[in-house]
């Protein structure tokens, strides 16, 4: 009985004086509000930045300008270590584009945080198993996002110009970012995966507005990758290699 009469009382107070929580509701509901409107503000602006920085700068493997070195990024890959069947897609993008002699190199970019899983040395056994010469493709094992795999492709690795290569729905993100990071950047988008997955293309390409707004926000803060080491020569020794 003494237990729920001090509960009682309590709650009276709370009804009778408010304790000043109707005022901090309104103000939780007011800056939920104004943070609903900045993300979605922040969203639009990003969506539109993405746009202009990648208007006319995305082609085919057959249309897109030649350039001294493809950018792949790196995605998913399978326990066994191969490709998975969106990053086998942009590997034979890459591998046209070698062919017919778009590009004269290949920069890997992709993940290997861990030892047990290595993205680049996956896509490099996939190109020279397909007749890439090994000193033609060149890793880069921090490439952890697109940020990174762009501002490292400029900073480490000395690339200037580039035909970025990737899935039609990351492209014009991957292209604008490069760009602002100093890389002179084209794309070559992959469509055939939509046809392998369309759940898969349809929840990446979902995620591309987050990723746009985290995009920008990385560019305009400047941020250094996540991993930066000494400037490697590996384009400027596949460039020049006969």
């Not at 990053?87 to 992709?110: D, F, M, N, Q, W």
């Not at 970012?177 to 898969?200: F, I, P, Y």
């Amino acid at each position: 009985m003494w237990g729920r009469a001090v509960v009682v009382g309590w709650l009276g107070r709370v009804r009778d004086h408010g304790w000043g929580w109707g005022r901090w509701l309104r103000r939780a509901v007011l800056a939920g509000v104004i943070g609903v409107a900045l993300l979605v503000a922040g969203g639009w602006a990003s969506v539109s930045w993405i746009r202009s920085g990648s208007e006319g700068r995305t082609y085919t493997a057959q249309t897109v300008p030649d350039a001294p070195v493809a950018l792949v990024l790196g995605t998913r890959v399978q326990p066994d270590g191969t490709p998975s069947p969106f990053l086998s897609a942009r590997l034979e993008i890459a591998l046209e584009l070698y062919a017919t002699g778009k590009v004269a190199a290949i920069l890997v970019s992709g993940d290997n945080m861990r030892h047990e899983y290595n993205e680049p040395e996956a896509m490099q056994r996939w190109l020279v198993d397909r007749g890439v010469p090994a000193d033609k493709v060149v890793l880069d094992y921090a490439g952890f996002d697109t940020y990174d795999s762009c501002a490292r492709a400029k900073r480490i690795f000395g690339v200037n110009r580039a035909t970025v290569v990737t899935q039609s729905f990351h492209l014009p993100r991957a292209v604008t970012v490069c760009r602002h990071l100093g890389v002179d950047a084209n794309g070559v988008g992959d469509e055939t995966a939509r046809d392998l997955s369309h759940r898969t293309w349809r929840i990446s390409s979902t995620r591309e507005y987050g990723a746009g707004l985290k995009a920008a926000l990385d560019v305009l803060s400047g941020r250094d990758p996540a991993h930066l080491g000494r400037r490697e020569t590996g384009i400027q020794d596949a460039l020049r290699a006969g």
